[in-house]
């Protein structure tokens, strides 16, 4: 099922990442981490069904559609990853913990166990690392002359999780910089029928957050994720509508960053 270094993706796979309104002119960089549920053709389908993989733990559900439409209605250059969060996950530290998950939310994965460390880098180097240096790259040109620029990356959530039902319709995940997730807490909050989470249902605090932490902290760039209910954004219809309803919150928020 595995291929050698550097062989993982073959003729006919998608590429590692997508790039949308890359000449974007807002200050902001919108990143969807969990983008796809595609596999590689090498791997077949990891030994889970094709149902399973369209489930919460393959992608997030909704997250691509909804981080199109803001980024057309911001005017801001979007990277999405290419494949599925089951094959390497694009938030998490290569070789850590939850990177290449054996079992996802109670589902055993039998394509990802007992993997060598020469599978593990392949996939990295096919599938995780392109899309961080596309990431790089597009920050490198954004703040060149000192230009002010934020980062968003877009998420979305399951609804229940271990038996719990979820009530928050968006979050707000961040670290110890206030100046992006501060003012976009109180936007969101200005609506008084959202039930908005500050680093729920999740946290950017955990040890495993890696987008975050790689590239916006470095850079000292205002960051945060935000995070919608996959319940709500469940067809591309429904995404591009709370897109929408989302986006004069996140305009003013970096707005307000970066004064």
Same mark, same amino acid.
């Given at each position: ?45 990891? #030994? ?6 369209? /489930? ?5 559900? @909704?997250? *691509?559609?909804?981080?199109?439409? !803001? ?99 968006? #979050? ?6 206030? /100046? ?5 807490? @109180?936007? *969101?909050?200005?609506?008084?029928? !959202? ?5 729920e249902p999740y946290s950017a605090r955990a040890s495993y957050e890696y987008t975050l932490t ?46």
């Amino acid at each position: 099922m595995q291929q050698l270094l550097g062989q993982l993706l073959v003729p006919g796979d998608p590429p590692p990442f997508s790039l949308f309104n890359e000449k974007g002119k807002a200050p902001l960089l919108l990143l969807c981490d969990h983008a796809s549920k595609t596999v590689p053709k090498a791997l077949g389908n990891l #030994g889970i069904s094709e149902d399973e993989l369209a /489930r919460h733990i393959g992608w997030d559900i @909704g997250g *691509l559609d909804a981080a199109i439409e !803001l980024a057309s209605a911001l005017d801001a250059p979007l990277v999405a990853s290419g494949y599925s969060r089951l094959v390497i996950d694009c938030n998490r530290w290569p070789g850590g913990e939850g990177s290449i998950p054996e079992i996802s939310d109670g589902v055993h994965v039998p394509g990802n166990r007992g993997l060598t460390k020469e599978q593990i880098d392949a996939r990295a180097e096919a599938c995780f690392w392109p899309y961080h240096h596309e990431v790089d790259r597009l920050l490198d040109r954004m703040t060149a002359g000192g230009r002010p620029v934020a980062m968003l990356v877009m998420h979305s959530f399951t609804p229940e999780m271990n038996g719990f039902q979820r009530p928050w319709h968006v #979050g707000v995940l961040w670290n110890d910089d206030p /100046r992006l997730p501060e003012p976009m807490l @109180g936007e *969101l909050q200005r609506d008084s029928s !959202l039930v908005v989470g500050d680093n729920e249902p999740y946290s950017a605090r955990a040890s495993y957050e890696y987008t975050l932490t790689a590239h916006a902290r470095p850079r000292g760039l205002p960051h945060c994720s935000l995070e919608v209910r996959q319940d709500l954004i469940g067809t591309s219809n429904e995404a591009r509508v709370w897109a929408r309803r989302l986006a004069p919150a996140i305009r003013a928020a970096v707005a307000a960053a970066l004064t």
